[in-house]
């Protein structure tokens, strides 16, 4: 694509226009943004611009042979949400500016290079103006381990100096040096504070000199000075007089190309995964691409507590509408159910969480750019789980909603990357990759996706169910929460089951895992992994807090932080798949004889005060219409209910079963 470059004259923007060259994106043009040309310093107390430095970079136009585009910052921060919408004067709203007028000169601009390594709070803004743009994010250093990528730096021949130092064991006297001068001073200060090596914390900043991308002329130093603390400048800085030299050799250099140093697509430990499974030694049938007809019908599903409210089941059964009309009804039903919810408790409610079901995957672009109108201008959109499965005759989509009361102390957390690296895939739809919910975190489902250009890796099944793990594996990491709950496997053939069943048990995970078949995946993937995660340091906390006296923390600590951990099991057929944690359990389980289960679950919970807040039914192909009607007139009376019919389910042994079961509650 071609691409303009926001550039600070720093070390990482540079860095990233070296990636994206290498992954097939032209260089068209730089953009950069500066103080106004009355401010007093060139240090501004800005939450997204570099602006030390400024004074140099109409000099990167001639180094790289491109024009470049400069806008002065008039805003300031007016908007600190993570989660950013367009904001009157604020100062990412010179960057849309900005953008606006490299558009208007160059209107065949697609891409938009940026040097974000770990910052949510400029990610979100440049690809918030990214989107209103309709231009693609690239963000190659995304969430890369920092001490690769210092090194990584230092290796590709970048000359990057420091120019601003703010972080502890960083001093005047080490401004001007190279970043492989400061290397081993970076470590050193990593291991003994946690100094961000790459400086994401604001420890320092830098100005690149040369690149591999400079052709044939660089940066040099003719004298320099420093700007010691004043009242407009709260920190040192260097400000060095540079003028443009040619380099030595006359001939561009290209094998920079070769050398530098990409990431591979899978880790280490997933490389190995791939090796410890295999493909699975069966053969699918003719039978699994049947088409399976489902008869089972269900209501529509409303129950709300203090913390949450489901809104599950949404449907409209009938032939006489057009598709775009049948998903319009159901997303009428979700906003008029919510808006009755409101009413009720006096609060705002926010949708975190979606399972979207089709009758077809030939669907999905339709529904998406419905979905999409319907969550327009939401600056935190849900989390999504989207299958195709075998829903009931003449029901085309079902929609399930879980909402949270928007309140301050009780903080919503997304993860909502829509920008291209080699983290994980951004987004194809409009939904996030996972939302918080004070421990609890919500997961879109991911599928065997590459992240650098969100194609399906069809090399094999193995390698894309691994892949998929990655995938879920670095959203839950992202957000601090990586122990599972509740996880399931959906997949399209048993075969595709074999394989899931295989990376999880080489994983080494211990919550209990559901597999289900539908009939399609997005993008035609095999296997997609979805479910929630918990944060349980924060769970041990609260836990202390709320039950135990400060004068016995220092007694009860080890063996209350076990407590918390284990996994119990209430004579089920599943030993090991219900975990309680403070005042959420949640029970994951397959099985043959769903209403013995419920019987005894809701025994239990009355006997301890504790009730149901949520149950996910998985219906094979081998339920009853009357088994059913039985366990949801049983359990609509103490939660809201979602079925989900399947075609087969399995649990963690591989042994089918008809019923698959999440219930989520309090103790």
Known sequence: MKTVALISGGKDSFYNILHCIKNGHSLDALANLHPPIDFPSDEMDSHMYQTVGHHVIDHYAELLEVPIFRQAINGSLKNANLSYKPTIDDEAEDLFLLLTKVLQERPDIEAVSVGAILSNYQRTRVENVCQRLGLTCLSYLWHRDQVELLSEMVQSGLDARLIKTAGVGLTTAHLGQSLSQMQPQLLKLYEMYELHPCGEGGEYESLCFDAPIFKYKKLEVVDSKIIEPTSHDCLAYWVPNVFVVSKDSETYDTEWMKSLIVPPMLEEEMEDLIQFVGEADIVDTEEEKEIIENKLQYPISVFSTDNSSCIFNLHCDSSNLSFEEEVEEVLRQLLELTNKIQTISGENLAVISVSLLLSSMDLFPKINSLYAKFFDGIASPPTRLCIATTLPFLRRVQLSATLAPVREHQALRNLYVQSRSYWAPSNIGPYSQAVRLGPICYLSGQIGLNPI????????????GVLAYQNIQRVKSAMNAEKWLAPVAFVTSQKNM?????????????????????????????????????DMSEVLSAQMNADIDDSDLEEETSKYTIKAISWKALDFEEPGSLVWVFSLFVLSVATNDIKVITEKLLGKLSASTGKLTSAIIYTSSF????????????????CAVEII????VWNQQMIEKKWGLVFKGTN
């Open 645 to 648: 019919p399947v075609r087969r």
């Open 498 to 534: 074999k394989i899931a069943n295989g990376i999880w048990s080489e994983a080494g995970e211990e919550f209990k895992l559901i597999t289900v078949q539908v009939n399609e995946l997005p993008k035609g993937a095999a296997i997609e992994w979805a479910g929630n995660s918990l």
């Open 623 to 638: 339920v009853l219409q009357e088994e059913l009607d039985i366990v949801f007139e049983i359990l609509k009376k103490h």
């Open 453 to 464: 250009d969100t194609t399906l890796v069809t090399d094999s099944n193995v390698k894309q």
